[in-house]
T-cell receptor, first 114, second 110 residues
Framework: KAGVTQTPRYLIKTRGQQVTLSCSPISGHRSVSWYQQTPGQGLQFLFEYFSETQRNKGNFPGRFSGRQFSNSRSEMNVSTLELGDSALYLC?????????????FGPGTRLLVL | GESVGLHLPTLSVQEGDNSIINCAYSNSASDYFIWYKQESGKGPQFIIDIRSNMDKRQGQRVTVLLNKTVKHLSLQIAATQPGDSAVYFCAPRSQGNLIFGKGTKLSVKP
């Protein structure tokens, strides 16, 4: 079974631009979560989507948004990029079955904002 | 709010020795815990998990111990190998969300 895939793997943008990142979950997984990872803050939860609905949201500004499609693929968008948005953006998928909800991570998209 | 801490930010062990990575969490309502391993340039990789109604779970060369009384869990790696070198995260689940600590870097000396 293929793992979580993320595209693109690397991205360079300039301040003020916007960016869209894509995530394809493991086949059959309906939950997709997004995280931002930086050396200073570690892994921080952005949001989670399940069945095309945002179920949870972390403490990030409204410039960060996401959506999920009917095939469970998800995209996240960051508008008006700032230098501090440079990070590794990780997507994780899970089945969402009861108490045990193991999240499986993709390789991430490394975003550099200049 | 939820906080997750790691007792040792870095851990250096000799190849073949056992490693113990510790993690403290703050939310007593956490019901599920996962350990992840992250190698350089890769996303976190699932290692082992444990439910709050258990105090020990074993995998291949790894054991997780959970002490809910003191809100502490540990990851034990037997016969540590160079391929175990990575950053290890514990992630308690609280209110449906996984909370990640900053991680512990494990370095294995050959």
């Amino acid at each position: 079974k293929a793992g979580v895939t993320q595209t693109p793997r690397y991205l360079i943008k300039t301040r003020g631009q916007q960016v869209t990142l894509s995530c394809s979950p493991i086949s059959g997984h309906r939950s997709v979560s997004w995280y931002q990872q930086t050396p200073g803050q570690g892994l921080q939860f952005l949001f989670e989507y399940f069945s095309e609905t945002q179920r949870n949201k972390g403490n990030f500004p409204g410039r960060f948004s996401g959506r999920q499609f009917s095939n469970s693929r998800s995209e996240m968008n960051v508008s008006t990029l700032e230098l501090g948005d440079s990070a590794l953006y990780l997507c994780a998928s899970s089945l969402r079955t009861g108490v045990e909800e193991t999240q499986y991570f993709g390789p991430g998209t490394r975003l550099l904002v200049l | 709010g939820e906080s997750v801490g790691l007792h040792l930010p870095t851990l250096s062990v000799q190849e073949g020795d056992n490693s113990i990575i510790n993690c403290a969490y703050s939310n007593s309502a956490s019901d599920y815990f996962i350990w992840y391993k992250q190698e350089s340039g890769k996303g976190p990789q699932f290692i082992i998990d444990i439910r709050s109604n258990m105090d020990k779970r074993q995998g291949q060369r790894v054991t997780v111990l959970l002490n809910k009384t003191v809100k502490h869990l540990s990851l034990q790696i037997a016969a540590t190998q160079p391929g175990d070198s990575a950053v290890y995260f514990c992630a308690p689940r609280s209110q449906g969300n996984l909370i990640f600590g900053k991680g512990t870097k494990l370095s294995v000396k050959p």
